[in-house]
């Protein structure tokens, strides 16, 4: 079996999510209660209840072949340490700032170099595709990570929708730029909006998927609602979230960390342990919620996907390429 344990605080999410504002407090009591006698601490469930506000529950099935076979950081791990920066830089800013944000409705402009353009709801982008569970490793360039249950669909399948043309070589992504919802938006940490790019191959490649959902339900703010890109063999920054923007080009595009630091972040941003970045190693990685102390342990080549991924870089010099 994929996943070996019950996930934490499952039952007590679907009911927070089915639960009107008026009879929250009531339930809110009643699930404390219960959780008190189950021996779980009450801030967790806090953490949980608040998080899970705005959720509902997706429809899917699960990929067994492409997920890992390692237990999920538990939902209150993946939805209170997350990197928004447009929701504040600390970790715990995205959860406790991100509550004023509206992922509906949404739509995606769809530009550049594709036969099909123009502005589409979430739901067109989304629609004919079944949603699929993956469990990937999100490798932070910060040195953790973390096990993640996500829900999305293959970014590929959506993509050719749109009849790229063969001017296409990389692919263009854009987040949403809201500062009256997004605090961090006011200040100038980063240059906005936050933006990131992919090549067209990897954009392509069947491990890559736009997300829609975590855990079962719908994103929440803090994890990039209500779409966001995941790409298991790079570093998280490569994963935008709330993306309003798709454009394919011929040029590789800027993205946002390299903006801000060339030296330290580059185009690509392939996991790789023998790379370090210039200011920490990335050799080991600390893996978040595992155990007491967070193991730290060694770090894959391309986060594990080295069979999978290696031809997309075949003659690339990969210190150069970072
Ligand atoms: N728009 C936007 N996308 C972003 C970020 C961000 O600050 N803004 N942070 C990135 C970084 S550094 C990581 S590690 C992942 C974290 O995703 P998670 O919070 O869902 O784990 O999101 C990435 N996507
Ligand atoms: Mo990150």
Not at 36 to 59: E, H, V, Y
Not at 82 to 95: A, C, I, L, S
Not at 220 to 227: D, F, I, Y
């Amino acid at each position: 079996m994929l996943i070996k344990r019950p996930r934490p605080g499952d039952s007590a999410r679907i009911q927070a999510s089915e639960i009107t504002p008026e009879s929250a407090y009531v339930s809110r009591r009643e699930l404390l209660g219960a959780a008190l006698a189950l021996g779980i601490g009450a801030a967790g469930m806090g953490f949980s209840l608040r998080a899970d506000a705005a959720t509902t529950p997706l429809k899917f099935s699960r990929n067994a072949r492409l997920s890992l076979q390692e237990e999920p950081n538990s939902y209150e791990d993946i939805t209170t340490y997350n990197n928004f920066y447009e929701f504040g830089t600390g970790k715990g800013d995205p959860v406790a700032n991100s509550g004023k944000f509206k992922p509906t409705p949404w739509s995606v402009k769809v530009s550049g170099e594709a036969e099909i353009t123009g502005t589409f709801t979430l739901e067109d982008v989304l629609k004919g595709h079944a949603l699929e569970e993956r469990v990937y490793r999100l490798r932070c360039v910060e040195a953790w990570s973390m096990v993640i249950p996500w829900i999305g669909i293959p970014l590929a399948a959506v993509l050719k929708r749109f009849k790229p043309t063969s001017n296409a070589r990389y692919v263009a992504f854009e987040t949403v730029h809201r500062p009256a919802e997004m605090p961090g938006q006011r200040s100038n940490v980063l240059k906005w909006p936050y933006v990131e790019g992919l090549r067209i191959d990897e954009a392509m490649h069947p491990l890559t998927i736009l997300a829609v959902g975590l855990y079962g339900k719908t994103l929440p703010n803090q994890n990039g609602a209500p779409l966001r890109l995941i790409v298991p063999w790079k570093y998280g920054f490569k994963g935008i979230k709330s993306i309003v923007g798709i454009r394919f080009t011929e040029r590789e595009p800027p993205t946002s960390w390299n903006i801000s630091a060339p030296d330290e972040y580059g185009f690509y941003a392939n996991v790789n342990p023998t790379v370090d970045h210039p200011r920490w190693s990335q050799a080991r990685e600390r893996q978040i919620g595992a155990g007491f102390l967070s193991a730290r342990v060694p770090t894959q080549m391309f986060n594990g996907y080295e069979k999978e991924v290696a031809q997309l870089y075949r003659g690339m010099d990969l210190r150069r390429y970072y």
